[in-house]
């Protein structure tokens, strides 16, 4: 996770489209364009705003085998998780070209299609946001919009809380190997993973309060702050224009 | 003696329960080097803690600079400001330390919080960076960093804002002999300057370069505060504190020892 971490701060300062916006204007544009996904009732408003993430990331020197691995699979297996069961339970004729014997209904298969690009789409200009801003510079740019301290301190230290986490776990895990000989019967393993884990949640909320403590001490007070400030260009107001605009026109179309 | 620049006046403190420190009263005098010994969970990495106001106590009172250090003061903009920037501390494990994406970013980031100029910070993080050697590292996110460039890191990225109370909690552990001495050799450097040092420490080979006083924890209470050279010659101190052990042993040059007794092992000896 650090390495994909490390990965997305690389990316972020690559040059390309959305790295040279302003992390406002880009919280505030895939903002409205999300919220026009989640709107949307036509596939080809959503195929459109699919396209338009896709546009973006190709803008922004991203690479689409990525956006695939992170965001596209991963959507594509909670949603068919989650949504699966309504291909067979919503009622209705089976679609064209498809046997009834099948047990899969049109309205189940539209439902299950809106769910998945819908999800494919929110992800993508998500991920975008995510793989073109510096982590600092997300946060400095909720405060900036006015998001409550305590909001963007609660989410800055669950990003460093997952690192702690995880590599607790990883060291957890290391040592447990090493001092198992042959196969645990299932009881034993169920009973040690539960102890691990209970160890594994007090080890890491007391290192994540010392990293507090040491942010504290190092003058930290809840606010973001940034070598470079933020700062709306033209080109920032332009970008949020044209997305309320795409938006506004996606979610009139989309009804 | 200099005026005191941190003082505790009967200071207790609780972790639940259990009494981490126990009455503790000290003054610290502006500029000098202090040492603080003990064995594991005698109290330093509290007592510390205390002195940066990390944490406050559970009964008596704590001044920097003459004036009570609570949580209520701090909460005062100014009043925090100007505690932060002249009272330093680098925790034991650098982990949690480190938080930064990058070594450059991790530097930077206690002046960039008492909102010193981007230009100024820029010029002075790149200083700090050759001062401790780190120019290779400097673009390399911390995680990837060895140990002693960890600490290395904690300690300029604690330094840049040149406080004048630096507290240092076991600033050789876990290190190779090379980092320790690097690390050593800073601290010996400090010496003849203005600044105040507090290390907390359990390497008692190390406290007569660096310190030229000596408190010694036991069991969260302050035993003993004289300089470094007292407290080494004290043997029956040292083991009652549990910072050296009785054992029966012989050296390959004939000595048997039955007794307490402070002596560093060569190779080859058992």
């Known amino acids: 996770m650090a390495e994909r971490s490390l990965h997305a701060e690389e990316t972020a300062r690559r040059g390309g489209l959305l790295q040279g916006l302003d992390a406002r204007a880009k919280w505030i544009g895939v903002g409205v364009l999300v919220l026009a996904a989640g709107l949307a009732r036509s596939f080809a408003v959503l195929g459109a705003l699919f396209g338009l993430a896709l546009l973006g990331a190709v803008l922004s020197r991203l690479r689409l085998r990525e956006l695939a691995v992170r965001a596209w699979l991963p959507a594509l297996l909670f949603t068919a998780l989650v949504g699966g069961p309504a291909l067979f339970l919503t009622p209705g004729p089976p679609p064209a070209g498809l046997p009834e014997a099948v047990g899969v209904s049109a309205a189940g298969a539209r439902a299950v299609g809106f769910l998945l690009l819908r999800v494919e789409t929110i992800t993508s200009f998500t991920l975008l946001l995510v793989l073109t801003t510096p982590w600092a510079r997300l946060l400095a740019a909720l405060r900036s919009l006015d998001v409550p301290g305590t909001v963007v301190v609660i989410l800055g230290m669950t990003y460093r809380f997952l690192f702690l986490l995880l590599a607790s776990a990883h060291d957890l895990f290391l040592a447990r190997r090493s001092r198992t000989v042959g196969r645990l019967a299932p009881r034993e393993a169920r009973q040690l993973l539960a102890r691990t884990t209970g160890v594994l949640l007090s080890r890491t909320v007391n290192t994540s309060q010392q990293v507090y403590l040491a942010m504290v001490s190092r003058g930290f007070t809840g606010e973001v702050r940034l070598l470079d400030p933020l700062a709306m260009q033209g080109r920032d107001w332009v970008a949020v224009a044209a997305s309320l605009a795409l938006a506004g026109v996606a979610i009139w179309a989309g009804r | ?270």
């Open chain 2, 1 to 270: 003696m200099n005026r005191p620049i941190l003082e505790l006046r009967e200071v207790t403190y609780r972790y639940e329960e259990i009494v981490a420190i126990d009455a503790c009263s000290l003054a610290i005098a502006a500029g000098s080097r202090v040492a603080v010994v003990g064995a594991n969970g005698s109290g330093k990495s509290t007592l510390l803690m205390l002195l940066d106001a990390l944490q406050h106590p559970s009964s008596g009172a704590l001044y920097f600079d003459g004036r009570e250090l609570t949580a209520g003061a701090l909460l005062d903009e100014r009043a925090n400001y100007d505690f932060r920037r002249r009272v330093g501390f680098v925790f034991q494990n650098p982990e949690v330390q480190l938080f930064n994406p990058t070594v450059r970013d991790e530097i930077a980031f206690a002046p960039l919080q008492l909102g010193w100029p981007p230009e100024r910070i820029r010029d002075e993080v790149e200083q700090m960076v050759d001062r401790m050697q780190l120019r290779q590292v400097v673009d390399r996110p911390t995680f990837r960093l060895s140990m002693g460039e960890k600490k290395r890191v904690a300690i300029a990225s604690v330094l840049i804002l040149d406080p004048e109370v630096i507290l240092l909690d076991e600033p050789t552990a876990g290190l190779d002999p090379r980092s320790q001495s690097r690390v050593i050799d800073l601290l010996v450097a400090w010496r003849g300057s203005a600044r105040t040092v507090v290390v907390a420490t359990h390497d008692l080979g190390v406290i007569e370069e660096i310190a030229d006083r000596c408190l010694v924890f036991h069991e969260g209470r302050l035993v003993a505060d004289r300089t470094p050279a007292e407290i080494l010659a004290d043997l029956d101190l040292l083991t009652r504190a549990g910072l050296v052990h009785s054992h029966r042993h012989s050296h390959r040059s004939g000595l048997h020892h039955a007794h307490p007794h402070l002596h560093r092992h060569e190779h080859g000896e058992s």
